[in-house]
């Protein structure tokens, strides 16, 4: 799987727009960027995934540049709960002997502040 | 409550005795991972079940790491002669597929004192 490159940090006033960038200049033609993100003293949740086309759900947007070197996690309304370490990883869609396992890095920790 | 489910959610434990975690995955999931996370860092991935066959085994699972899932439902990972740089949290994930989201528990922290 393709490496990932998230800045260490973040800070975002609540109720304003977090812009968390990722970085992956080595993704292939078959991988997806997923993000996840994990609130203090529990597991991962996932968030959204796209592979070329911006997507939006529930929770956040994904803006994935158009040769896919980059991508944007979007909060557009930053709330105190979104304080959290957020995963961008980059995966195949097809099996492997690990099952396809998700690779974290470090993340970026976003502090939302009132 | 259909997550997934871990128990302990907290575990202290002496140098030199064996610990015992549990994973109850989301029902119809066949595919259960467990990862660990020391503080400050990424979870890292530790073994993969596809329903009660353990397909992968990182590095990272040392001799003293053992883990099972008999009936392909829940799993049990155990650590034997514990030592301090197995403290760390657990954290267990399952998923549909393996292109389909995965879904985490909320971990179980071990301590080793």
């Known amino acids: 799987d393709a490496k990932t490159t998230q800045p260490p940090s973040m800070d975002c006033a609540e109720g304003r727009a977090a812009n968390l960038p990722c970085n992956h200049s080595?993704?292939?033609?078959?991988?997806?960027v997923y993000w996840y993100r994990q609130i203090h003293s529990q597991g991962p949740q996932y968030i959204i995934h796209g592979l070329k086309n911006n997507e939006t759900n529930e929770m956040a947007s994904l803006i994935i540049t158009e040769d896919r070197k980059s991508s944007t996690l979007i909060l557009p309304h930053a709330t105190l709960r979104d304080t959290a370490v957020y995963y961008c990883?980059?995966?195949?869609?097809?099996?492997?002997?690990?099952?396809?396992?998700?690779?974290f890095g470090g993340g970026t920790r976003l502090m939302v502040k009132p | 409550d259909t997550g997934v489910s871990q128990d302990p959610r907290h575990k202290i434990t002496k140098r030199g005795q064996n610990v015992t975690f549990r994973c109850d995955p989301i029902s119809e999931h066949n595919r259960l991972y467990w990862y660990r996370q020391t503080l400050g860092q990424g979870p890292e991935f530790l073994t993969y079940f596809q329903n009660e066959a353990q397909l992968e085994k990182s590095r990272l699972l040392s001799d003293r790491f053992s883990a099972e899932r008999p009936k392909g439902s829940f799993s049990t990972l155990e650590i034997q002669r514990t030592e301090q740089g197995d403290s760390a949290m657990y954290l267990c994930?399952?998923?549909?597929?393996?292109?389909?989201?995965?879904?985490f528990g909320q971990g179980t922290r071990l301590t080793v004192v």
């Open positions: 994930a399952s998923r549909e597929n393996s292109w389909t989201e995965a879904f």
């Open positions: 080595t993704i292939s033609g078959n991988e997806y």
């Open positions: 990883i980059v995966r195949g869609d097809r099996d492997n002997n690990a099952g396809n396992m998700l690779t």
